[in-house]
């Protein structure tokens, strides 16, 4: 898909993927000992970034992420987490951008999770709770990763069933 947000089907698939973001974003698996959470709006970032590409996924996972902290209580972190979470899907979607094979999308998935935990824990050290806190926190970003890993498989799933959405178009 090419990215041209004057494009009603591109601005829409855009905002339904943000949505989406936001809403599993907001969905708690469980608290972490430090005071953060695991959820599941990474699955959405990964399935948003191989579906529709890295910017897609960029603003998609930047934004819904960051708008789930705000609605949240936890405004504070939006700025990380539009970064963090930005960044994840774009480097995901332009991995996979030429071909989203099962060896692409690992990689991918591999590259943003590296992204996201370096990137809070960078985050989270600089300006939020210091390196000795964010540094327990590395852990429970990483668990969060591999349940975001289901992501390549709703993306399989989706496009075994939808067969328009694979990258080969």
Known sequence: MDFDLRNPRTLSMTAIMTALVMGLTLAHISPTPVGGYIHL????????????????????????????????????????SL????LQGLVAGWIVQRAATPRRMALAWLAGSLILIVGYFVGEALFYVGPATAALEVPWN???EVVGALGIAVYLAVRRAYPRLSHAE
């Open 41 to 80: 709006g990474d699955i959405a970032v990964y399935f948003a970034a191989f579906a529709f590409g890295p910017w897609v996924g960029m603003i998609a996972g930047g934004l819904g992420a960051a708008l789930a902290d705000v609605i949240g209580g936890g405004a504070a972190w939006a700025p990380l």
């Open 83 to 86: 970064v963090a979470h930005g």
């Open 142 to 144: 990483g668990v969060q």
